[in-house]
């Protein structure tokens, strides 16, 4: 299936139902009150994680989605039926954005979560409610709410421990060959990986972290060449980056500069990303000497000013490959645990009085206090004692 990891989608919640002006009419009930019910609650709509799901591709071709509308009320105090709540079912580590806000509204990281993305509206209320001590016939009503309407820019971000960064050709996609089971694209031409790849890399029995492999990037990334940087979203969640360098690049160019044009551009996307923990890997060392490619790793780490661990290793023949494995797992087993981009709430939600139930109440309490003793209720009202 092809992977499609954005979406941009519209959710509408369930209106609420509208009160009813009812009155009891039973045979032998002569002085029977109201008895209006109120609506129903509006449907909400809600984002729920699948780990049989990994791509958006559905939300492409549907893009409309709505919950049902709550009932109206009914005579004898009849409430009406809540609207059917909607559950859209998305893939693991899916974000979900407002696009008029940009406010990230559900971050759902693991199988399960369930996060309300759109209220429903709250349900009008019948003419019961508006019944009073000197109001014993009350006509009024209310409608019911409306439900919120969201437009959602639905993003896929691959759930990985260790992400790879480098030019095409760098020699990402055999790594991750040579440490997992996964079986990437593998050729002698730029852009052979054009979708992110995921492996399993196991240490142990039972420790294991997973590495994610995107399409490489190339000067100009940020400004749409190649295949721009869209891709880089899927390092966001990732707790390290392996930056691989090649050390005889096909195409003649200098390490030092491919090195440098990783660097700008992660920086041009995202500081977060770009201050991320960050390894430099040195591939491809088995084409040369090992005095040249020494000398080729000295002039980059001088170059860069660094002076933090590197690795030279060769990705095809695994040489110098387990003692990174082993160094990465060391380093994940010290880090926190990761935490979600946005806590999920508490979806309970008790029914309050929004502004318009709460002003029609307070008109009708505003009426009962300007009553007096005649009103068009008490027209033809037949008197039973008089002193």
């Known amino acids: 299936m092809k992977f499609v990891d954005e979406a941009i989608i519209r959710v509408d919640a369930g209106d609420g139902g509208n009160g009813t002006v009812s009155f009891r009419r039973e045979k032998y009930v002569p002085k029977g009150g109201p008895d209006g019910g ?12 699948d780990e049989n799901l990994n791509t958006l ?36 580590g899916t974000r979900a954005v407002d696009e008029d806000t940009g406010e990230v509204i559900a971050d759902l990281t693991q199988h399960g ?3 309300m993305v759109a209220k429903g509206g709250f349900h009008g209320l019948g003419n019961t409610r508006f019944k009073s001590s000197v109001n014993r016939a009350p006509r009024q009503k209310t409608m019911g709410t409306k ?32 440490v997992s089971a996964a079986k990437p694209k593998v ?18 029995a039972d420790k294991s972290f997973v590495v994610a492999d995107i399409p490489g990037l190339i000067e100009g990334a940020a400004d749409g ?15 390290v980056l392996l930056h691989m360098i090649d050390l ?25 990303l770009a201050d991320k923990p960050r390894w430099l890997v040195f591939n491809k060392v088995d084409l040369m000497p090992e005095e040249q490619a020494q000398e080729q790793i000295d002039r980059v780490l001088e170059a860069l000013a660094w002076d933090d661990k590197y690795y030279a290793i060769s990705a095809i023949n695994k040489a110098n490959v387990q003692p990174l494995i082993y160094d990465l797992m060391g380093f994940i087993d010290t880090l926190p645990a990761p935490t979600p981009e946005v806590e999920p709430e508490d979806e309970t939600v008790a029914f309050k009085w ?15 206090d300007d009553w007096d003793d005649w009103d068009e209720d008490d027209y033809d009202v037949e008197i039973i004692y008089k002193p």
């Open 354 to 368: 929004d502004d318009y139930h709460e002003k029609k109440l307070n008109q009708s309490d505003d009426d009962d």
């Open 248 to 272: 005889m690049p096909v195409d003649g160019t200098d390490p030092v500069d491919n090195a440098f044009t990783i660097i700008d551009e992660l920086n041009q996307y995202s500081e977060k």
């Open 113 to 115: 979560m369930k996060v």
């Open 147 to 178: 439900g919120e309407v969201r437009q959602l820019r639905l993003e896929l971000l691959l759930l990985a421990d260790v992400g790879m960064l480098g030019l095409p050709n760098a020699g990402k996609s055999t790594f991750i060959r040579a």
């Open 57 to 92: 591709i559905d939300y492409q071709f549907e893009r409309f989605h709505a919950a049902g509308r709550g009932e109206n009320g009914r005579g004898g105090n009849c409430t009406g039926k809540r609207g059917d709540d909607l559950v859209l079912n998305v893939p693991v």
């Open 187 to 204: 050729a002698d031409y730029p852009f052979t990986t054009l979708v992110p790849s995921l492996g399993v890399v196991r240490v142990a």
């Open 225 to 239: 060449a190649g295949l721009g940087i869209r891709f880089l979203k899927h390092l966001e969640r990732c707790r």
């Open 38 to 49: 109120d609506g129903g609650d509006g449907g909400d709509v809600y984002l729920l994680a």
